[in-house]
């Protein structure tokens, strides 16, 4: 089992920075996988970034290519997005994933709310 637990969401005004963070705990070390997806209300969750756990390969949804940065700090067993330039289209839930080896993201944490507001 591996538990997932989000931080860094909040209110920002466009134009704007926040980093969310996904600590991860129990099997962590089996862990091949991490990603970020959200949710906007009255939407469908999206796929937004996605990083293997050596932090080498990742994966960006186009619109937020540009502005996000996955990452991964093996040492805390956490992974985080950057989040740079927001604008009102990212507000959303933010949700971490984790996927074991030949496995889907079958582990989620709880989600962080992010509001891009003036």
């Known amino acids: 089992q591996v538990q997932l637990v989000e931080s860094g969401g909040g209110l920002v005004q466009p134009g704007g920075s926040l980093r969310l963070s996904c600590a991860a705990s129990?099997?962590?070390?089996?862990?091949?996988?991490m990603a970020w997806y959200r949710q906007s209300p009255g939407k469908q969750q999206e796929f937004v970034a996605e990083i293997n756990w050596t932090g080498d390969r990742k994966t960006y949804q186009a619109s937020v290519k540009d502005r996000f940065t996955a990452s991964i700090d093996n040492d805390k067993n956490t992974a985080y997005l950057q989040m740079n330039n927001l604008t009102h289209e990212d507000t959303a839930d933010y949700y971490c994933a984790a996927a074991l080896r030949g496995e889907g993201f079958n582990y989620w944490g709880q989600g962080t709310q992010v509001t891009v507001s003036s």
């Open positions: 129990g099997s962590f070390f089996a862990v091949y996988r």
